[in-house]
Each structure stands twice: as structure tokens, then as C-alpha cells.
């Protein structure tokens, strides 16, 4: 009696992580995409006359769309695993599940590709103000000798990056995952292109609609935006001096 208790608890506890092997294999290259083409788009932009404040907005907005290239198969397997509702015995494995998709919708907009504008747009909207405004921001707030207090301006403008980047790009997040999710009506595909699904929920359900789940997304990007950020530019920084 007690195991089967244990069972079914311990299939809840797993309910949480459906879907977290997708993620885990796309962070890596996915972070790494998006700080190496960041840095190279301004290296290009370099060359036209452009102000730094859109040099670093237009090489953000290319960091997004190329990290969204990237990432969107891997956002298409995540939500549809998480969507399952069989128990987590009865869950398909990653590559299973990744190969009934290219089996049965291809790899095209229909199948690992689906919500591909919306991952487009949730990425490069996202990259574009956070990198644009955190460099803007920073190079207008003086520069602190004092380590740990230079330490917490770079905190706190990251801080604010991650979280109005998410502010503005949510409707994209919303769009991508009632495209990529399962339909209302089995069968019928009711969500297909990303500014056609914002309509939609809009003339439906209402503005806020679009900004569900704006807390959790703030909670996780706002203070993680700002880590990345820092971790990068420190290690960024070693690098430089001892290489």
C-alpha cells in the first residue's frame, strides 16, 4: 500500500518535469548562440553609421532570430511532451516523440518546425530590447570603483533588461504555445500563424490574455537575464586578459 502511494506521488512529483530534457540540450547552444552572434552582428554594424543605441537593438534582434532558428524544434518536442497527459510511466521518451513528428508532420512549419514566426518573434523581440537596453542603460549610469557596489549596477540594469524584455515579448510566447500546443478541437488546427493567433486570443478572451503567465516568465527571465548577462561579461572580460 505504501509503494503504490509512493508510485503515485513520485508520478506526480515527475508531472513537474515533463519535458525537460528538450530544454536542457538546447540551453547550452542556445546561450551560446545568442552572446557569439550578438557580438557579431556588432562587429558587422561596426562598419555602418549607426548609433550605438541601435547598433546594440538591431545586433540583438539578430542574436534572437538566429537563436530562434536554433531552438524552435526543440521548443516544438518540450511543449507537445508537456502537453501529454498520460502518466509519466506512459510518457514517450525525447527522441521518440521527436521521431513521431518528423514521421507523421515532417520537419516543416507543420511539424518540428511548427511556430516558427512566433519563436521568432518571442526571441528576437526579447534579445532586442534586452541587449539594447542594457547596454544603452549601462553606458549612461557612471561606472562604480567600488567592486561590489559596480557589482549591483550591473545586477540591477540586467535586472530591469530581463524584466521589460519580457514585458514586451510575452504575446509572442502566448501565440507560440497555442501554436505549438494541442488544438481546442482535436483535428482541427485552429492556431496556425503567430500575428493571426494574437488576433484570435485577443477578439476572444480578452488583452490580458496575452500576457498569461507574465509572473512566472518575470520571476525566471527578470533575475536570470541579469546573471547571464553578468556571467558573460566577467567571463568575457577574463578571457580578454588572460588569453
Same mark, same amino acid.
Given at each position: 500500500?505504501?509503494?503504490?502511494?509512493?508510485?503515485?506521488?513520485?508520478?506526480?512529483?515527475?508531472?513537474?518535469? +515533463?519535458?525537460?530534457?528538450?530544454?536542457?540540450?538546447?540551453?547550452?547552444?542556445?546561450?551560446?548562440? +545568442? =552572446?557569439?552572434?550578438? #557580438?557579431? !552582428? /556588432?562587429?558587422?554594424?561596426?562598419?555602418?553609421?549607426?548609433?550605438?543605441?541601435?547598433?546594440?537593438?538591431? &545586433?540583438?534582434?539578430?542574436?534572437?532570430?538566429? #537563436?530562434?532558428?536554433?531552438?524552435?524544434?526543440?521548443?516544438?518536442? /518540450?511543449?507537445?511532451?508537456q502537453?501529454?497527459r498520460?502518466? =509519466? %510511466?506512459?510518457?514517450p521518451s525525447?527522441? %521518440?516523440?521527436?521521431?513521431?513528428? *518528423?514521421?507523421?508532420?515532417? $520537419?516543416?512549419?507543420?511539424?518540428?518546425?511548427?511556430?516558427?514566426?512566433?519563436?521568432?518573434g518571442?526571441?528576437?523581440? =526579447?534579445?532586442?530590447?534586452y =541587449?539594447?537596453?542594457y547596454?544603452n542603460?549601462k553606458?549612461?549610469?557612471?561606472v562604480? /570603483?567600488?567592486?561590489?557596489?559596480?557589482?549591483?549596477?550591473?545586477?540591477?540594469?540586467?535586472?530591469?533588461?530581463?524584466?521589460? &524584455?519580457?514585458?514586451?515579448? *510575452?504575446?509572442?510566447d502566448?501565440?507560440?504555445?497555442?501554436?505549438?500546443?494541442?488544438?481546442?478541437?482535436?483535428?482541427? *488546427?485552429? !492556431?496556425?500563424?503567430?500575428?493571426?493567433?494574437?488576433?484570435?486570443v485577443?477578439?476572444?478572451?480578452?488583452? $490580458?490574455?496575452?500576457? /498569461?503567465?507574465l509572473?512566472?516568465k518575470?520571476?525566471?527571465?527578470?533575475?536570470?537575464?541579469?546573471?547571464?548577462?553578468?556571467?558573460?561579461?566577467?567571463?568575457?572580460?577574463?578571457?580578454?586578459?588572460?588569453?
Amino acid at each position: 500500500m505504501r509503494f503504490t502511494f509512493w508510485a503515485q506521488d513520485s508520478g506526480l512529483l515527475f508531472g513537474f518535469y +515533463k519535458g525537460i530534457l528538450p530544454p536542457i540540450l538546447a540551453e547550452t547552444p542556445k546561450r551560446a548562440v +545568442k =552572446f557569439f552572434t550578438f #557580438e557579431q !552582428y /556588432k562587429k558587422l554594424l561596426g562598419y555602418v553609421s549607426l548609433s550605438p543605441a541601435l547598433t546594440f537593438a538591431i &545586433a540583438g534582434l539578430g542574436s534572437g532570430l538566429t #537563436e530562434a532558428i536554433v531552438v524552435n524544434p526543440f521548443e516544438v518536442v /518540450k511543449v507537445g511532451l508537456q502537453a501529454n497527459r498520460n502518466t =509519466f %510511466a506512459e510518457q514517450p521518451s525525447t527522441m %521518440a516523440y521527436a521521431r513521431h513528428i *518528423i514521421k507523421t508532420e515532417g $520537419l516543416g512549419l507543420r511539424g518540428l518546425n511548427k511556430g516558427f514566426t512566433a519563436t521568432l518573434g518571442r526571441h528576437g523581440v =526579447f534579445n532586442m530590447v534586452y =541587449f539594447g537596453f542594457y547596454y544603452n542603460v549601462k553606458n549612461i549610469i557612471p561606472v562604480n /570603483k567600488d567592486p561590489a557596489l559596480e557589482f549591483l549596477r550591473k545586477f540591477g540594469i540586467g535586472l530591469l533588461s530581463g524584466t521589460i &524584455a519580457s514585458v514586451i515579448n *510575452i504575446p509572442f510566447d502566448v501565440a507560440k504555445s497555442r501554436i505549438q500546443g494541442p488544438q481546442p478541437v482535436p483535428g482541427e *488546427i485552429k !492556431y496556425r500563424t503567430c500575428f493571426k493567433t494574437m488576433a484570435t486570443v485577443y477578439q476572444e478572451e480578452g488583452i $490580458l490574455a496575452l500576457y /498569461k503567465g507574465l509572473l512566472p516568465k518575470v520571476m525566471r527571465l527578470g533575475p536570470g537575464g541579469a546573471v547571464m548577462l553578468l556571467v558573460y561579461e566577467y567571463t568575457y572580460s577574463w578571457l580578454q586578459e588572460n588569453w
